[in-house]
């Protein structure tokens, strides 16, 4: 949810007269909201600064986010990094993969769903 | 298998996972028309703001170290702000990132202020904003739409900033 929601801020700040300019990981849900500027970074959820313990890679991802920026000539651009997480694609496979789930282990994150629902529930209605 | 230099199609992913739980499906926010506005001087004299959907460490909520199962507990369901000029303890543990290749022990991978600091020093920012401000990740678009995404503005303005750089973890 963080890329929808920080998609909905951002249209919000543009509409209103603030430029913007998102990092993320996730480009579907990114670009099917629909945002001003988008900085692609094709790695795992959690790095769209970039790689960790790199500071080179990420002031790199930086510099090109700030490159959109300042010189987008219209909504919807996005820019991809050319960084790569890995010379194998291999990790992509691995996000919510149903093939490797059996039906009991299907009940069994249904049933941590539930109580991660209830924890949620509670702690925004201040229980 | 998914072809290699294609991204993963996260919304088809999510609501294909949901369904075999057994809800129904997501709809994801879509918009035909995008708002746009272009910076209005140099980026080396524009005052830029961070906003984060990292969570404030907090001690009594659980683990929220490297790589700890998802805490709904260390969730937060209200804008905050926290001051740029030091580096805030913040943490990912209350949301989906990918726990199997990523160990979020880089604080910077998901939360740039240091490199940010670092380009303002270079003289390629003009100054950051005052604070840092957090958004709440939020199942009801509803909510972010109508009660967040209007506080973060008010909070942007309030410290007149003239472009924000928007980092989902």
Not at chain 2, 20 to 32: D, I, N, V
Request: proline fraction near 7%; charge should be neutral.
């Amino acid at each position: 949810m963080c890329h929808q929601t920080v998609s909905l801020v951002a249209r919000h700040l543009e509409a209103h007269g603030i430029s913007t300019v998102i990092m993320g990981c996730a480009r579907d849900i990114v670009e099917h909201c629909g945002v001003a500027r988008f900085l692609f970074s094709d790695f795992p959820l959690g790095n769209s600064a970039g790689r960790p313990f790199d500071v080179e890679s990420q002031a790199h991802t930086l510099e090109l986010a700030l490159r959109v920026l300042e010189s987008a000539p219209a909504p919807r651009t996005t820019m991809q990094s050319p960084l790569r997480w890995s010379t194998d694609a291999a990790w992509k496979d691995d996000y919510l993969d149903l093939t490797k789930l059996t039906p009991e282990s299907l009940a069994e994150r249904r049933k941590e769903f539930e109580v991660v629902r209830t924890i949620a529930r509670g702690k925004r209605e201040g229980v | 298998m998914t072809e290699d230099g294609v991204p993963i199609p996260y919304m088809q992913r999510t609501r294909d996972y949901y369904l075999a739980l057994g809800y129904s499906p997501y709809r994801w926010a879509h918009f035909t028309e995008v708002p746009f506005t272009p910076l209005r001087m140099p980026l080396a004299r524009a005052r830029v703001a961070l906003i984060t959907t990292a969570a404030p460490y907090q001690p009594e909520a659980g683990d929220q170290g490297p790589g700890a199962p998802y805490n709904a507990a260390a969730k937060f369901y209200q804008v905050y702000s926290v001051s740029s000029a030091s580096l805030p303890d913040l943490r990912i543990s209350h949301v989906g990132y990918d726990r199997r290749h990523t160990s979020a022990k880089d604080i910077n991978t998901y939360f740039p202020l240091a490199r940010l600091k670092e380009a303002v020093a270079a003289g390629r920012i003009g100054a950051l904003g005052p604070r840092v401000h957090g958004a709440p990740t939020n199942r009801s678009q509803r909510v972010t739409i109508d009660t967040d995404a209007p506080e973060l503005l008010r909070r942007c303005q309030e410290d007149a900033v003239d472009a924000v750089v928007l980092v989902p973890s």
